[in-house]
């Protein structure tokens, strides 16, 4: 019930290219779906966030898509850089309570 | 933003010793503060959850005498793990929620047991 599925496990895109990150929720009850970016050797960073009530989310290159019906969201990275080469982990929470984490997907942006 | 300062950033002990975990809220104040271990290639794994003023609240699988938690002041949080293993070494992570909401991640700390 409080699992969070996530993948690929590992994705390796070129440079300029789109990355799709998959997750998927059991617990209805979230709602709060987070995406953090980790680089190694750092705590995580919150890239972007997305509630129930909307389906998409933008913040330049990141995009959030959201199905609540599928219980399923996803992260979009337009125009992949070697920058973006990091860990993401997508979550869910119900508000104020903690986390819970997908297991993570290593990116790698080929230059 | 929010930021949450975590020190040390990494630290290096012997077997048998303890070592104190440090997070403060900077500009913000912390109602409550999460404690997660990351091992190698893994995800973040949620070990405690404390609230200024009491007691923590453990997860299943986590030994409370062990990784002790005080959360004395909503600016500060630390977190002991007392008589160090080597299968202790993990890199741990703070994430403090604001009384406004939010979640603001530390730094982490690397430990390592020898």
């Known amino acids: 019930q409080q699992q969070v599925k996530q993948s690929p496990q590992s994705l390796i895109v070129q440079k300029g290219g789109i990355s799709i990150i998959n997750c998927a929720y059991e617990n209805t009850a979230f709602d709060y779906f987070p995406w953090y970016q980790q680089f190694p050797g750092k705590g995580p960073a919150l890239l972007i966030a997305i509630r129930p009530d909307v389906s998409e989310k933008k913040e330049g290159r990141f995009t959030i898509s959201f199905n609540k019906s599928a219980k399923q969201f996803s992260l979009h990275i337009m125009d992949s850089q070697p920058g973006d080469s990091a860990t993401y982990f997508c979550a869910a929470s119900l508000y104020g309570q903690n986390f819970v984490f997908g297991p993570g997907t290593r990116l790698s942006v080929l230059p | 933003g929010a930021v949450v300062s975590q020190h040390p950033s990494r630290v290096i002990c012997k077997s048998g010793t303890s070592v104190k975990i440090e997070c403060r809220s900077l500009d913000f104040q912390a109602t409550t503060m999460f404690w997660y271990r990351q091992f190698p290639k893994q995800s973040l794994m949620l070990m405690a959850t404390?609230?200024?003023?009491?007691?923590?609240?453990?997860e299943q699988g986590v030994e409370k005498d062990k990784f002790l938690i005080n959360h004395a002041s909503l600016t500060l949080s630390t977190l002991t793990v007392t008589s160090a293993h080597p299968e202790d070494s993990s890199f741990y992570i703070c994430s403090a929620r604001a009384t406004l909401g939010g979640y603001t991640f530390g730094s982490g700390t690397r430990l390592t047991v020898v």
């Open positions: 404390s609230n200024e003023g009491s007691k923590a609240t453990y």
